[in-house]
């Protein structure tokens, strides 16, 4: 076992700086991680955002529409007493 770590020895500045390196990239990968799924959060929020403005619109369109048939129909029962 002695004889291995004599062979590694002149590489013992290699190892180490991959081994760096490797855990180096698993933190950047956790923080790409972290990152995406913030992002997919703010998405699904945005999403339901424009959906509750989609129904608020669809509302305030129906209830224009309402309003536009009582006030034609106003209108041509004042055209009719006339």
């Known amino acids: 076992m002695k ?3 004599k062979l590694l020895a ?3 500045t290699t190892i180490a700086s991959a081994i760096a390196l490797y855990a180096s990239f698993q ?10 799924d913030a992002i997919e959060e ?3 929020n945005l999403q339901n955002d424009i959906g509750s403005i989609k129904d608020l619109l669809y509302s305030i369109d129906t ?3 309402v309003y ?3 006030l034609d ?4 029962k004042n055209m009719r007493r006339k």
């Open 42 to 44: 703010r998405s699904t």
């Open 3 to 5: 004889e291995f770590f």
């Open 68 to 70: 536009a048939a009582i």
């Open 10 to 12: 002149p590489y013992a």
């Open 63 to 65: 209830k224009i529409g």
């Open 27 to 36: 933190t950047r990968l956790g923080v790409l991680e972290y990152r995406t």
């Open 73 to 76: 129909e106003r209108t041509s």
